[in-house]
């Protein structure tokens, strides 16, 4: 079901998911789910916990494997194109300065000594951190500032597909704002493919282009066209289209909830 207009993108799709399903521990998670996402679109998915939109998350970063269906990329030469994964949990390793956690997958890449320095400063800047920041180590730091170290490290390769599942969850409201809002200008910039879960609608309406809201075993509810241009400022929120798209997409969650309830 689409529920408004889909916004038009002349690109290649970036992902084309057709009839995924994964099954595990003999429970269906995803059973034929099919979407096509372009290249510079950021997608958000919203939908009741246990609906499988971290599974399908994983699934198209490589973390969990189909049981049935296919994803395909836009570039047929590499199976999987660039992509960064940001968890819920800012995953930095304790032991590893803000820097050097920034630093690992340059490591891994064995880019040039010069070439890191350069692209974690330019990073360190677009997150929010302070240079004098990087000798920390992640004891030290807020909740907030974890995770700006977790997005930096995740843009440090320049990914063409973001892959985020609930990264601000654990934060509270003003903070979530002002994440949202920074990583919005972040994207803008670059026009990454983004793919978020969250169960936030409002979160979601704010950042995304569009909403794809699931069901039960990943069946996909509905797919809205998000009508607000970039950039977005922080009073869109308070506007009356802004509740409208909110009560619209909420409804469908709810429509879906008490149909469960009934069964």
Request: hydrophobic residues 40%; neutral net charge.
């Amino acid at each position: 079901m689409t529920r408004g207009r889909v916004p038009e993108n002349t690109a290649k799709n970036a992902i084309q998911i057709q009839d995924l399903g994964v099954i595990l521990t003999d429970t269906v998670i995803l059973d034929s789910l099919s979407l096509e996402i372009p290249q510079g679109q950021w997608v958000a998915i919203v939908g009741p916990s246990g609906c499988g939109k971290s599974t399908l998350l994983r699934t198209i970063a490589g973390l969990t494997p189909p049981s049935k269906g296919t994803i395909t990329w836009s570039q047929p030469s590499s199976p999987r194109p660039p992509l960064a994964f940001v968890f819920q949990d800012p995953t930095l390793l304790p032991w590893r300065t803000v820097h050097d956690n920034i630093r690992l997958p340059l490591e891994l890449s064995d880019g040039r000594q010069s070439a890191q320095q350069t692209a974690i400063a330019e990073k360190v800047q677009l997150v929010g951190l302070d240079e004098g920041d990087m000798n920390k180590f992640p004891r030290m730091l807020s909740g907030g500032m974890k995770m700006r170290v977790s997005l930096a490290r995740a843009l440090i390769t320049n990914p063409a597909v973001l892959l985020l599942d609930e990264p601000f969850a654990a934060l509270d409201e003003i903070l979530r704002q002002q994440l949202n809002e920074d990583l919005l200008r972040i994207w803008t910039t670059s026009r990454t493919t983004t793919v978020m879960v969250t169960h936030n609608v409002a979160e979601a309406i704010f950042l995304a282009e569009r909403i794809l809201v699931m069901g039960d075993h990943g069946q996909l509810l509905a797919d809205v066209a998000i009508p607000f241009t970039y950039p977005r400022q922080r009073a869109l929120r308070t506007t009356l289209q802004f509740a409208e798209v909110n009560q619209q997409i909420s409804e469908i969650l709810f429509t879906q909830s008490r149909g469960d309830a009934g069964k």
